[in-house]
């Protein structure tokens, strides 16, 4: 089993995006996937979610997600648009459709490490085996071991819905079947 910095180390990369070593993004051993193999790498389930996603986004329902539809989304949300269309839209394109869509979270997912990496990493902190961490000791590692979290990030992963509602405990296992796309566990 891995050792509890090495662990944290790990979490904390995957819970920020990704490997904070280098500038640019590496796929490492994931290959680059073509639009019609990742029809087939997600389950029919997930790419309804993606389509219902998809068709949230696309506000003005023309098949693409414009810079204004993102503009919108953002705004609904609360957060500041000026500049954040253009890190996903190429300048001069009409938008993205929804297999250039799956295609872009495909892509994404792939960089991530495996599912078994990411609940290994985790497993490193419940002690019992139970499919929870104390937030408080997960609050700690974050922020004091390997690639650190700001405050504001660990705030807002422990505010969200994989604590428990007493919220001292945080569900890594619904998290980590959420950020893999992975269909839940069966209930016993």
């Known amino acids: 089993m891995a050792s509890r910095s090495t662990a944290t180390s790990s979490a904390a990369a995957f819970l920020n995006g990704g490997p904070s070593t280098s500038s640019s993004r590496k796929i490492g051993n994931h290959p680059r996937q073509t639009s019609s193999s ?3 790498a997600f389950s029919p389930k997930q790419i309804q979610g ?6 949230m986004i ?3 329902s023309d098949g693409l997600i414009s810079p204004a539809d993102i503009a919108t989304m953002l705004s609904n949300l609360g957060i500041d648009s000026s500049s954040s269309s253009k890190d996903y839209i190429k300048p001069g394109s009409a938008g993205v459709n929804f297999t250039q ?3 872009m979270f495909g892509e994404h997912l792939a960089e991530l490490d495996d599912q078994t990496v990411l609940m290994e990493a985790f497993e490193c902190f419940d002690e019992k085996d139970v499919g929870r961490i104390e937030a408080e000791e997960l609050r700690f590692w974050l922020s004091q071991v390997g690639d650190k979290m700001s405050d ?4 807002r992963l422990l505010s969200g819905p994989f604590m428990d509602k007493s919220g001292k405990y945080f569900d890594y296992k619904a998290f980590v079947e959420a950020v893999k796309m992975s269909e839940p566990a069966e209930i016993e």
Do not use: M
């Open 152 to 155: 504001r990030e660990i705030d």
């Open 101 to 103: 869509f799956l295609t």
């Open 58 to 60: 696309d506000t003005d």
């Open 38 to 40: 990742l029809y087939t």
């Open 50 to 55: 993606f389509k219902e996603a998809f068709n």
